[in-house]
């Protein structure tokens, strides 16, 4: 305990030194951090079973999250691969009202959809990725098909070129969020995943917010060098609907800020098949990824990964078999790589998106704010981008 609370000290030590902001400060730090060591003593672990005791000094204190366990039945949790809920583990954190986390959820097996939906599914066309801008609309049409080979035999040829989906950095679905500008359109939407609509439906419910409407997703697919830099989720027009987030494969740590960045973030693990829910006042708040774990054990799946699917479905379940086949591939891009769904509710119920400016009063309004989003957007991107 005594070697946990000097790195602890340490740390709360750096983020109070002139200089830069404290979150940049301790984003760099975790980012260098050296798994195994004392360097992560800090950082929360909610699936610890002291999580809740909040007995790491400096820290805030873990405290448990009420659901709404009426607000889903068990069948639809059944039908997107949950647990009920009253079976659910949820906490928050003092000092961060609206923040809930809820760890892995998801009924034995039943992750192996999601991670396949999001490598072989939402990763094509007419969804948008980050490849577009490098390759013609044929080249990106499948990912996967152009992927699968090289990933069922990666470990027999360590020096093979790249797949496709292992340049994957991110993919946007329903309304999709441009980079450049930071904003979201009417005109450039493709329809929401039925499935994963209905996943972010129940989430919701359970956490308080009946109602709640998946119109964009954003999809990250980290490899164990990949970064997610400090940023705010503001370009919904409805900030009173929360930001689920889901996260599958390697573990990673997250950085929970305060509405600026010189308030010194709390650090905390997400392991496969985790949800977090930022809401309310921490809705807005700045938040980070600094760092992908490598498994310790070496190349390998989390254990709650090794689980297969079930053979029989319930009849109206949104969850689809995964053949031997295709976790094969799946499995081997999961060994060294992380993926993490958010989902947003963009517009409040019967708004509509404001009218755009004439491309006169656009050229007044770059002059003012685009060339610093620009820098931010590039920064972003190079982070997320294999070929920067």
Partial sequence: MGKMAAVVGSVVTLASEPGEDAFRKLF????????????????????AANASRGSVPGTHKVVR???????????????????????????????????????????????????KQCLKLYSRKPNVCNLDKHMTKEETQS??????????????????????????????????????????????YTPFPSDLAFLSEQVAAACGFQGFRAEAGILNYYRLDSTLGIHVDRSELDHSKPLLSFSFGQSAI?????????????????????????????????HAVPRVLPNPGGECLPPCLETPLPDIL??????????????????????????????????????NFPLEPTEEEKDVTREGFCHLSDQHSQAKRARLNPDS
């Avoid at 990666?154 to 989906?165: A, T, Y």
């Avoid at 009849?315 to 993926?339: F, G, H, I, M, N």
Wanted: hydrophobic share 40%; with cysteine.
């Fill in 254 to 286: 997250f950085l929970l800020g305060g509405l600026k960045r010189d308030e010194a973030p709390t650090a905390m693990f997400m392991h496969s098949g985790d949800i977090m829910v930022m809401s309310g006042f921490s809705r807005l708040l700045n």
């Fill in 314 to 351: 319930p009849k109206d379940s949104v969850v689809e078999p995964c053949s031997v086949e295709d976790w094969q591939v799946c499995a081997s891009y999961l060994k060294t790589a992380r993926v993490n769904m958010t989902v947003r509710q963009v517009l409040a119920t019967d708004q």
């Fill in 143 to 188: 990912l996967w098909e152009q992927s699968k080979e090289f990933l069922r035999f990666k470990e027999m040829n360590k020096r093979r070129p790249r797949s496709l989906l292992e340049k994957l950095r991110w993919v946007t679905l329903g309304y999709h969020y441009n980079w450049d500008d930071k904003k979201y359109s009417a005109d450039h």
């Fill in 65 to 115: 999250s009420q659901l709404s366990a009426s607000s889903v039945t068990e069948h639809d949790a059944h039908r997107a691969g949950l647990q009920p809920v009253s079976k659910w583990q949820a906490y928050g954190l003092e000092g961060y009202p609206g923040f809930i986390f809820i760890l892995n959820p998801f009924l034995p097996g039943y992750q192996w959809h999601w991670v």
């Fill in 28 to 47: 760099r730090f975790y980012r260098q951090s050296r798994p195994g060591t004392a360097d992560l003593a800090g950082v929360i672990d909610f699936s």
